[in-house]
């Protein structure tokens, strides 16, 4: 059973369960540290198209999809940048997260 390690909590799950649905059911009050301000209200449900479930992972994770890539691939985001959308990967191992700042959490100075 893998361990993320997320928002100062660590948080069991199935391997290959998808990773914004672990961080959501295991508690609701994650949406505010899954998603930055009024992106909290305004994504678009785990559909891959709003880019603001972006995240920093060091672990195993499924492969990049095509719609992560695409979406990825435009501002604020840089398909180079390494960040990950949650909605889009399902857990393989171990994994730390973390949330950058900025509405798309694209943000890497802080
Ligand atoms: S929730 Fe919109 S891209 Fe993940």
Redesign the pocket.
């Given at each position: 059973m893998p361990l993320i390690q997320f928002a100062g909590e660590t948080i069991c799950c199935a391997r290959g369960d998808n990773l914004?649905s672990v961080l959501l059911r295991h508690k609701p009050s994650m949406r505010g540290s899954l998603y930055n301000g009024a992106a909290g209200l305004t994504?678009?449900?785990?559909?891959?198209?709003?880019?603001?479930?972006a995240v920093d992972v060091k672990g195993d994770l499924t492969p990049m999809t095509k719609i992560e890539k695409w979406?990825l691939g435009f501002p604020p985001h840089q398909l180079d940048s390494g960040l990950r959308?949650?909605?889009?990967v399902c857990v393989m191992g171990d994994l730390v997260v973390t949330k950058h700042s900025g509405l798309w959490g694209q943000r890497f100075a802080d």
């Open positions: 914004r994504h678009c449900r785990g559909l891959g198209t709003c880019g603001t479930c979406r959308l949650a909605c889009q």
